[in-house]
Protein backbone atom coordinates (compact mmCIF):
# COMPACT_ATOMS: atom_id res chain seq x y z
CA UNK A 1 0.00 0.00 0.00
CA UNK A 2 1.53 3.35 -1.01
CA UNK A 3 1.70 5.87 1.39
CA UNK A 4 3.09 9.55 1.35
CA UNK A 5 4.93 11.15 4.66
CA UNK A 6 5.97 14.72 4.19
CA UNK A 7 8.68 16.50 6.50
CA UNK A 8 8.67 18.58 8.35
CA UNK A 9 5.08 19.15 9.21
CA UNK A 10 5.37 22.91 9.65
CA UNK A 11 7.52 25.36 9.68
CA UNK A 12 7.81 28.84 10.53
CA UNK A 13 10.71 31.28 8.90
CA UNK A 14 11.00 34.80 8.56
CA UNK A 15 10.51 35.96 4.94
CA UNK A 16 13.40 35.89 2.57
CA UNK A 17 14.50 32.56 3.31
CA UNK A 18 15.08 29.90 0.93
CA UNK A 19 13.32 26.64 2.22
CA UNK A 20 13.35 22.67 1.43
CA UNK A 21 9.98 20.72 2.02
CA UNK A 22 10.24 16.93 1.74
CA UNK A 23 8.07 14.40 0.59
CA UNK A 24 8.61 10.58 0.63
CA UNK A 25 6.60 7.75 -0.47
CA UNK A 26 6.72 3.98 -0.03
CA UNK A 27 6.24 2.48 -3.86
CA UNK A 28 8.52 3.87 -6.46
CA UNK A 29 6.10 2.84 -9.12
CA UNK A 30 4.29 6.02 -9.73
CA UNK A 31 3.45 7.58 -12.77
CA UNK A 32 3.39 11.39 -11.47
CA UNK A 33 4.16 13.21 -8.97
CA UNK A 34 2.12 16.88 -8.25
CA UNK A 35 2.68 19.52 -6.06
CA UNK A 36 -0.07 21.66 -4.42
CA UNK A 37 -0.83 24.37 -2.35
CA UNK A 38 -3.49 24.98 0.13
CA UNK A 39 -5.05 27.94 1.71
CA UNK A 40 -6.73 27.91 5.41
CA UNK A 41 -10.12 26.33 4.31
CA UNK A 42 -9.89 26.45 0.54
CA UNK A 43 -9.22 24.00 -2.17
CA UNK A 44 -5.58 22.85 -3.47
CA UNK A 45 -4.05 24.59 -6.29
CA UNK A 46 -1.43 22.75 -8.28
CA UNK A 47 1.79 24.13 -8.20
CA UNK A 48 3.92 21.52 -10.74
CA UNK A 49 3.74 18.39 -11.55
CA UNK A 50 6.66 15.60 -12.29
CA UNK A 51 6.43 12.90 -14.92
CA UNK A 52 7.96 9.65 -13.63
CA UNK A 53 10.61 10.27 -16.12
CA UNK A 54 11.73 13.37 -15.40
CA UNK A 55 14.10 15.07 -12.78
CA UNK A 56 12.76 18.46 -11.60
CA UNK A 57 10.42 20.83 -12.70
CA UNK A 58 10.62 24.36 -12.01
CA UNK A 59 7.98 27.58 -11.55
CA UNK A 60 8.86 30.91 -10.84
CA UNK A 61 10.67 30.92 -7.64
CA UNK A 62 9.68 26.94 -7.15
CA UNK A 63 11.29 24.15 -7.86
CA UNK A 64 10.23 20.34 -7.38
CA UNK A 65 12.82 17.35 -7.65
CA UNK A 66 12.16 13.78 -7.74
CA UNK A 67 14.07 10.53 -7.48
CA UNK A 68 11.66 8.08 -7.99
CA UNK A 69 14.01 4.97 -7.14
CA UNK A 70 15.18 6.28 -3.37
CA UNK A 71 10.82 7.20 -2.90
CA UNK A 72 11.61 10.93 -2.57
CA UNK A 73 10.49 14.26 -3.49
CA UNK A 74 11.73 17.92 -2.46
CA UNK A 75 9.76 21.55 -3.36
CA UNK A 76 12.49 24.43 -2.89
CA UNK A 77 11.20 27.81 -2.23
CA UNK A 78 13.79 30.38 -2.95
CA UNK A 79 13.18 34.13 -1.04
CA UNK A 80 10.30 33.41 0.88
CA UNK A 81 7.36 36.13 0.88
CA UNK A 82 4.67 36.09 3.58
CA UNK A 83 2.00 35.02 0.81
CA UNK A 84 4.12 31.82 1.07
CA UNK A 85 2.32 30.80 3.90
CA UNK A 86 0.21 28.03 3.42
CA UNK A 87 -0.23 24.14 3.70
CA UNK A 88 1.74 22.56 1.02
CA UNK A 89 0.75 18.75 0.00
CA UNK A 90 2.43 16.27 -2.18
CA UNK A 91 0.75 13.67 -4.12
CA UNK A 92 2.04 10.80 -5.92
CA UNK A 93 -0.33 8.95 -8.53
CA UNK A 94 -0.51 5.33 -8.93
CA UNK A 95 -4.46 4.55 -10.35
CA UNK A 96 -5.13 7.52 -8.42
CA UNK A 97 -3.60 10.61 -6.16
CA UNK A 98 -2.31 9.05 -2.99
CA UNK A 99 -1.93 12.31 -0.55
CA UNK A 100 0.85 13.09 2.19
CA UNK A 101 -0.75 15.31 5.37
CA UNK A 102 0.99 18.25 4.28
CA UNK A 103 3.84 20.99 5.58
CA UNK A 104 2.42 23.95 7.17
CA UNK A 105 4.33 26.87 6.40
CA UNK A 106 4.34 30.53 8.21
CA UNK A 107 6.91 33.08 6.53
CA UNK A 108 6.67 36.30 8.90
CA UNK A 109 7.83 39.65 7.70
CA UNK B 1 -14.31 26.88 -18.98
CA UNK B 2 -13.66 28.39 -15.23
CA UNK B 3 -12.05 24.78 -13.83
CA UNK B 4 -13.98 22.73 -11.20
CA UNK B 5 -16.50 24.22 -9.82
CA UNK B 6 -17.98 22.50 -6.41
CA UNK B 7 -21.63 23.81 -4.57
CA UNK B 8 -22.34 24.27 -1.85
CA UNK B 9 -19.18 26.13 -0.84
CA UNK B 10 -20.14 25.96 3.22
CA UNK B 11 -23.14 23.46 4.64
CA UNK B 12 -23.69 23.15 8.06
CA UNK B 13 -26.85 20.67 8.81
CA UNK B 14 -28.23 18.45 12.00
CA UNK B 15 -27.12 15.17 12.93
CA UNK B 16 -29.20 12.38 11.15
CA UNK B 17 -30.23 15.18 7.76
CA UNK B 18 -28.96 14.15 4.37
CA UNK B 19 -27.19 16.03 2.19
CA UNK B 20 -26.26 16.42 -1.20
CA UNK B 21 -22.90 18.44 -3.25
CA UNK B 22 -22.51 19.32 -6.13
CA UNK B 23 -19.57 19.14 -8.64
CA UNK B 24 -18.86 20.38 -12.26
CA UNK B 25 -15.62 19.03 -13.55
CA UNK B 26 -13.49 20.64 -16.63
CA UNK B 27 -15.73 20.15 -19.24
CA UNK B 28 -13.30 17.96 -21.66
CA UNK B 29 -12.02 15.98 -18.17
CA UNK B 30 -13.64 12.27 -18.49
CA UNK B 31 -12.23 11.44 -14.97
CA UNK B 32 -13.76 12.66 -12.11
CA UNK B 33 -12.78 12.29 -8.30
CA UNK B 34 -14.37 12.32 -4.76
CA UNK B 35 -11.92 13.42 -1.66
CA UNK B 36 -12.39 13.34 1.75
CA UNK B 37 -10.18 16.15 4.01
CA UNK B 38 -10.58 16.40 7.72
CA UNK B 39 -8.55 19.11 9.89
CA UNK B 40 -4.52 18.61 9.61
CA UNK B 41 -5.00 15.59 7.21
CA UNK B 42 -4.10 15.46 3.29
CA UNK B 43 -7.06 14.56 1.16
CA UNK B 44 -8.14 10.87 1.33
CA UNK B 45 -9.96 9.35 -1.99
CA UNK B 46 -13.55 8.27 -1.48
CA UNK B 47 -14.65 7.32 -5.15
CA UNK B 48 -14.19 8.05 -9.00
CA UNK B 49 -15.86 7.81 -12.05
CA UNK B 50 -14.63 7.69 -15.83
CA UNK B 51 -17.63 9.19 -17.85
CA UNK B 52 -20.42 7.98 -16.07
CA UNK B 53 -19.15 5.11 -14.79
CA UNK B 54 -18.31 4.39 -10.86
CA UNK B 55 -15.29 2.33 -11.48
CA UNK B 56 -13.24 2.58 -7.82
CA UNK B 57 -14.51 3.24 -3.90
CA UNK B 58 -12.86 3.39 -1.23
CA UNK B 59 -13.91 1.35 2.05
CA UNK B 60 -14.20 5.07 3.77
CA UNK B 61 -17.10 5.24 1.46
CA UNK B 62 -19.91 3.80 4.11
CA UNK B 63 -23.47 2.68 2.82
CA UNK B 64 -24.53 5.99 3.72
CA UNK B 65 -22.44 7.58 1.22
CA UNK B 66 -23.78 7.58 -2.91
CA UNK B 67 -22.57 9.32 -5.88
CA UNK B 68 -23.54 9.77 -9.32
CA UNK B 69 -22.72 10.86 -12.09
CA UNK B 70 -24.95 10.91 -14.55
CA UNK B 71 -24.14 11.57 -18.27
CA UNK B 72 -20.47 11.62 -17.57
CA UNK B 73 -20.79 15.48 -16.39
CA UNK B 74 -21.53 16.66 -13.11
CA UNK B 75 -21.20 14.51 -10.26
CA UNK B 76 -23.48 14.32 -6.76
CA UNK B 77 -21.94 13.46 -3.75
CA UNK B 78 -24.79 12.20 -1.09
CA UNK B 79 -24.91 11.51 2.49
CA UNK B 80 -27.68 9.90 4.27
CA UNK B 81 -27.84 10.49 8.10
CA UNK B 82 -25.32 12.26 8.59
CA UNK B 83 -23.21 11.74 11.46
CA UNK B 84 -20.53 14.53 13.37
CA UNK B 85 -17.84 12.45 12.26
CA UNK B 86 -19.26 13.26 8.87
CA UNK B 87 -18.11 16.71 9.38
CA UNK B 88 -14.93 17.75 6.97
CA UNK B 89 -13.99 19.38 3.19
CA UNK B 90 -15.23 17.59 0.22
CA UNK B 91 -13.23 18.10 -2.60
CA UNK B 92 -13.95 17.22 -6.31
CA UNK B 93 -10.99 17.09 -8.75
CA UNK B 94 -11.21 15.99 -12.41
CA UNK B 95 -8.46 14.70 -15.00
CA UNK B 96 -8.36 13.57 -18.45
CA UNK B 97 -7.92 9.67 -18.54
CA UNK B 98 -4.11 10.89 -19.56
CA UNK B 99 -2.91 10.85 -16.16
CA UNK B 100 0.38 12.66 -17.13
CA UNK B 101 -1.86 16.06 -17.09
CA UNK B 102 -2.56 15.64 -13.67
CA UNK B 103 -5.82 16.78 -11.22
CA UNK B 104 -7.48 19.71 -11.41
CA UNK B 105 -9.17 20.23 -7.93
CA UNK B 106 -12.21 22.56 -6.76
CA UNK B 107 -12.38 24.38 -3.94
CA UNK B 108 -14.29 21.64 -2.10
CA UNK B 109 -17.29 22.27 0.14
CA UNK B 110 -17.04 22.71 4.20
CA UNK B 111 -19.43 20.03 5.81
CA UNK B 112 -20.24 21.12 9.69
CA UNK B 113 -22.77 18.56 11.24
CA UNK B 114 -24.47 19.93 14.66
Known amino acids: KQEVTQIPAALSVPEGENLVLNCSFT??????LQWFRQDPGKGLTSLLL?????REQTSGRLNASLDKSSGRSTLYIAASQPGDSATYLC????????FGTGTRLQVFP | DTGVSQNPRHKITKRGQNVTFRCDPI?????LYWYRQTLGQGPEFLTY????????KSRLLSDRFSAERPKGSFSTLEIQRTEQGDSAMYLC????????????FGSGTRLTVV
Open chain 2, 93 to 104: ASSLEDSSYGYT
Open chain 1, 91 to 98: AVYTDKLI
Open chain 1, 27 to 32: DSAIYN
Open chain 2, 49 to 56: FQNEAQLE
Open chain 2, 27 to 31: SEHNR
Open chain 1, 50 to 54: IQSSQ
